[in-house]
């Protein structure tokens, strides 16, 4: 089960780890504490090939806090995703940078939900886009992300420092529709859907021109 707390956002699910019975899973956002990124740093070193500096985290987290989520397990942070959100060409463009899960607690759809919470927050940002590099070789983050709806875009050749080479996988985010009370739609009996404020503004110029041709005729009456 699967359930959203406002006030944390965080999201909580029962799962069995490891034979060690039920154990609580919990998404949370990076809090911007010295300890949060220190478990940043040991979750990817320990899972990622790619040696970075502490720079490059920094870089990350201390302009995009809000698009780094940690999975936990009973309370211990055990698999963390990190994001960035900035223009790209002509719109903006969310980018996963590094998505890791401890190999003790993978197959649970800690990877999945930390994806999701991810875009979530891309969706919120105005993202029109999100972009991703994996290894070719790597079937399992493949698989996962194409479930989420990633098409591949290209393969970047010797993409890694060891050589691999990586797919580039994007998925399209759809535009965020506006509520419903200041966009309602209408058809109207050419089939054309025009939003609430599109028909106030042509009413508005409808009624200047009906004033304006009143306003004639009595001139043409008089004449």
């Known amino acids: 089960h699967l359930s959203v707390l406002r006030g944390t956002e965080r999201w909580r699910e029962k799962n069995d780890v490891d034979g060690m019975g039920d154990g609580e899973v919990t998404y949370r956002p990076f809090r911007g504490e010295e300890d949060d990124l220190e478990r940043v740093v040991e979750l990817i070193r320990e899972e990622l090939s790619e040696p970075y500096s502490i720079f490059t985290y920094r870089y990350f987290v201390g302009q995009w806090p809000q698009a ?66 994996a290894e070719v070789t790597n079937d399992g983050a493949l698989r996962l992300y194409e479930k989420l709806g990633f098409i591949r875009d290209k393969r970047l050749h010797r993409y890694y420092l060891h050589g691999a080479d990586a797919f580039r996988l994007k998925l399209l985010l759809p535009e965020i529709v506006p509520s419903v009370d200041d966009t309602s739609k209408h058809v109207d009996e050419n089939g054309m859907g025009t939003t609430r404020d599109e028909r106030t503004k042509t009413d508005e110029r409808g009624n200047a021109v009906a004033d304006a041709a009143s306003a004639l005729d009595k001139l043409r009456v008089h004449a």
């Open 68 to 133: 780094c989520h940690f999975a936990c397990v009973d309370g211990k942070e055990v698999g963390v995703i990190v994001c960035k959100m900035d223009a790209h060409r002509i719109y903006k463009r969310g980018y996963i940078a590094m998505l890791v899960v401890q190999k003790k607690h993978r197959h649970l759809g800690l990877g999945t939900g930390l994806v999701r919470s991810a875009i979530q927050v891309m969706r919120q940002e105005r993202c029109e886009e999100v972009a991703l590099e």
